[in-house]
């Protein structure tokens, strides 16, 4: 613990409580917030599950699970995780974090090989199974998400769940086996058709639904026609970085990377810098300074 958590020391702790998939939050119609509490008991509920997952400024914090029936205290209301995106971004990836411990203890209960009951691992997230010795870490699937470029254009694409218009780079889950980079050379020729060449490292974010890993990558057209897999693909095309259409969030690495690689290619050198060190601000945590 550094020494802004003994600092803080005093001041009651965060609870980031879950019941099912929805966070219990302040309903104070200001900023978004979770309730402070010696215990989740001196807030009137009970937890299933608890556990520390580190700390939110200078706050220590704590995920937990709440039962179904639970009903939210006086002055609180329970809202999806995914409506608090974009609303604070430190806050939002502590109670992604949270969610995700919540969901590894509520998905690790039993042995997946041979059915006993797990108890507490050797360390504070993993669970072992007392029969087998099996080990279980909370799960992370990671993804490649790749904004392909062409010249002055990038190609983005959509899919069939997006919101009406939105399009987006490409995006796949590693598989086993596979290098980051076979993952990048197959998603983007399996969607769209296309080879690209010179990838490199742009940044990662988190995305707890349930448990991506979103690494970031820019890479070079190299070769071929598009042709889309219309089972995962509605619409793909070039677009030229003074037309684009209409884009994901802010919040998003996606937008982080277009809005970078748009920065590159505006002809104002300084509204390029200030929207690039915009755009790299939001990615502070994660990205290698450049
Ligand atoms: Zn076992």
């Known amino acids: 613990m550094g020494t802004i958590s003994r600092l803080a020391g005093t001041e009651a702790p965060l609870w980031f409580a ?12 200001g900023s ?10 001196d807030l009137g509920l009970e937890a299933t599950f608890q556990r520390e997952v580190g700390n939110l400024d200078g706050s220590r914090c704590w995920a937990a699970e709440l039962g179904s029936g639970v009903e939210e205290p006086e002055g609180m209301v329970f809202r999806d995780l995914r409506s608090l995106w974009g609303v604070d971004e430190n806050f939002f990836l502590k109670a992604g974090r949270a969610k995700q411990i919540v969901e590894w203890n509520r998905t690790h209960r039993f042995c997946g ?61 590693v598989e086993p086996g596979e290098s980051i980079e076979e993952t990048i050379s197959r998603e983007i020729y399996e969607e769209v058709g296309v080879e690209v060449a010179n990838v490199r490292y742009f940044g990662s974010q988190p995305w707890p639904f349930p448990n ?22 509605e619409d793909a095309g070039w677009y030229p970085v003074g037309d684009l259409p209409t884009l994901p969030p802010r919040v998003s690495i996606a937008r982080a990377m277009i809005d970078v690689f748009v920065a590159e290619h505006n002809r104002h050198p300084e509204v390029s810098k200030a929207s690039e060190q915009d755009a790299l601000s939001r990615l502070r945590m994660r990205r290698p300074s450049s």
Not at 32 to 41: I, K, T, Y
Not at 119 to 124: A, I, L, N, S, Y
Not at 221 to 233: F, Q, T, V
């Open 32 to 41: 978004v917030g979770v309730p402070r509490a010696a215990s989740l008991e």
């Open 212 to 233: 991506s890993l979103m690494l970031g990558f820019i890479a070079d057209y190299a070769s071929g026609e598009l042709r889309i897999d219309p089972a995962e693909i």
């Open 113 to 173: 090989r041979c059915g006993a009951e797990t108890v507490p691992g050797p360390t504070e997230f993993a669970k072992e199974c007392p029969r087998c010795g099996m080990i279980f870490y909370p799960r992370l699937s990671p993804a490649a998400i790749v904004l392909v470029r062409r010249g002055d254009e990038v190609l983005l694409a959509r899919s069939p769940g997006f919101p009406p218009g939105m399009y987006s780079v490409l995006a796949g889950f």
């Open 18 to 29: 879950f019941r099912g998939d929805q966070l219990l939050i302040l309903d104070n119609g």
